[in-house]
């Protein structure tokens, strides 16, 4: 009994000696759609944030998702919480929700109502259907933290947030106007109105988006096979942010070309920089946290690829946008009070005409098919149907009770598998109810999927895409356990950080505890592990 009060004792000292020497401010970054070899091929472009973070900071270059749905959602609620899928349960943006009989998102909650800065929006979301706490929570819960988090999505703020913030700000699906929900304020925080207001997104009409490089610095050219820009753009540069040609006000066309431009990045940067200021973060007799995800590559990789002119151009942008931001929180809060953790949600797949025109396999996925081949293989084995009842994502559900009723018929389920693999850019199909006890498995692909299968909101099915394979028919995007969607940026800087390149296998899952562990605050729900090899002594 002595000896269990005595360890008792000393884990609450650690944490106790650890919350003494905690940073002022955690500054969390995740940069959508960052996948990891961008570090090594654009690193010699920069000379701001992004450089900083290389040369002085920890580098771990081995990091990767060990799931399959590499999706925004749920790299985000990873991020932010330490655990993986199987646990905190966002394993896409959205999923069959067969309760209510509709395809949901993430973050909808028809209990929570917008809350405009400016515009009337009715943004019905919330954290409701993460199943743990994150990072931020128990921040707020141990540590009386103030916590900030601000992206162009709403699952981007609100995974990294968790389920309160005092600033939990995104852009409204209709992309002209900032909002909250009532998950988070009963009212337009004042600090953020402000900068709104003083700030409005029309403030960039008629800018034009050049190249800061020299062309020469390209080897691919400027308008790549298979992009696909937004309506009003070429695949070229110069990229005009006019909206469509005759138009001489913002229209839709114009909010869809600056969300895919670098000045939707330098409008985040500048936001996080005067929420830092104007609510003090990091001058608090506690740990506060800034939360911010730049969508804006993620939109910009989705239809120009990343060989692209333009995705090489974003972050040579946010190398710059980083730096002042960074150069902010030194005057603010001190150069040594801080520390930022950097990662990405996800990476994403070469253009599969791209990979095609350099001798290599890539295509598009037809889930019609594939729900098709799957219907008939059932009502061959079983009998009539309908059988398929929706296909989301990896994810195809069969109706009430008809995954049972070809469990019962001798080879029927292995039938509907093999149909479903037959199909064009399918590389493996797993049974949901095989997925439950495959945490663990040594077969990587089968581990992937089981870490991203929720019991009560999968699929009967999941499908594994092979490398290069997609579905949609325009530009690329990511969603597989395949390495260009897996792999992903770990960088951290700052207060308890030891600079240095590490090559330990680490995972984003990993960030969290780590942020906890130079906090003084415990995760219990985490699956990650802290990153100590990068920490100070």
């Keep these: 009994m002595r000896l269990k009060a005595s360890i008792l004792f000393l884990l609450l000292s650690a944490l106790v000696l650890r919350a003494q020497n905690a940073p002022r401010l955690v500054v969390l970054i995740v940069v959508d759609q960052m996948r990891a070899d961008y570090v090594d091929r654009f690193q010699a472009d920069w000379s701001g944030g992004l450089k900083r973070l290389v040369s002085k900071g920890a580098w771990f270059n081995r990091a990767a998702y060990p799931y399959l749905d590499t999706v925004t959602c749920a790299g985000h609620a990873t991020i932010g919480t330490g655990a993986f899928p199987v646990r905190h349960g966002v394993f896409q943006n959205s999923w069959f929700d067969r309760a ?71 852009l409204s699906d209709s992309l002209d106007g900032w909002t909250t929900s009532t998950a988070f304020a009963t009212a337009p925080v004042p600090q953020v109105k402000e900068f709104v207001t003083a700030n409005p997104i029309e403030a960039d009409y008629g800018k034009t988006w050049n190249l800061l490089l020299p062309a020469v610095s390209y080897a691919d050219p400027d308008a790549g096979v298979g992009e696909t820009p937004p309506p009003g753009w070429t695949r070229s540069f110069p990229h005009v942010l006019r909206g469509n040609q005759g138009d001489s006000l913002p229209t839709d066309a114009y909010y ?43 939109l910009v990789g989705h239809g120009f690829g990343p060989r692209s002119h333009e995705i090489r151009e974003m972050y040579e942008n946010l190398d710059r946008t980083l730096g002042t931001l960074f150069d902010h929180l030194d005057r603010l809060v001190g150069p040594d009070q801080y520390v930022v953790a950097l990662s990405s949600d996800h990476g994403v ?69 093999k149909a479903a693999a037959g199909r064009p850019g399918v590389g493996r199909v797993f049974r949901g109810d095989e997925l439950v006890s495959a945490t663990s498995s040594r077969d990587p692909l089968l581990r992937a999927a089981a870490l991203d299968y929720v019991p009560d909101r999968g699929g009967d099915l999941m499908i594994a895409p092979k490398a290069g394979w997609m579905a949609g028919g325009l530009g690329t995007t990511h969603g597989s356990a395949n390495p260009d969607d897996q792999r992903v940026p770990i960088l951290l800087m700052g207060r308890g950080i030891k600079q240095g390149r590490y090559g330990d296998a680490a995972s984003p899952a990993d960030i969290a505890p780590t942020l906890a562990s130079l906090c003084g605050i415990t995760l219990p729900q985490a699956q990650g592990t802290v990153l100590r090899s990068a920490l100070a002594k």
């Design 100 to 170: 209510a009989n509709a395809v949901v998102t993430c973050t909808g909650d028809a209990t929570a109502k917008g809350v405009a800065y400016g515009k009337s929006v009715a943004a019905s979301e919330s954290a409701a259907r993460l199943m743990v706490p994150t990072f931020a929570d128990e921040m707020r819960r141990q540590r009386s933290g103030h916590v900030v988090s601000l992206s162009l999505k709403a699952r981007s703020a609100i995974m990294m947030a968790g389920h309160g913030g005092d600033a939990v700000t995104w």
């Design 256 to 298: 869809t070309q600056w969300e895919r431009s670098p000045f939707a990045d330098a409008y985040l940067g500048r936001m996080a920089a005067a929420l830092a200021e104007s609510m003090q973060l990091g001058k608090h007799d506690t740990t506060d946290m800034l939360a911010v995800s730049f969508s804006s590559p993620d």
């Design 349 to 417: 797949t070469e253009i599969p005409e791209q990979l095609r025109a350099d001798g290599r396999d890539g295509g598009r996925i037809d889930a019609q098919a594939i729900a098709q081949a799957v219907e008939q293989a059932a009502i061959n084995a079983a009998g009539p149907g309908p059988y398929v009842l929706r296909f989301v994502g990896n994810d195809i559900y069969l109706a009430e009770g008809k995954f049972q009723k070809l469990a019962k018929q001798p080879g029927a389920v292995d039938a509907v598998i």
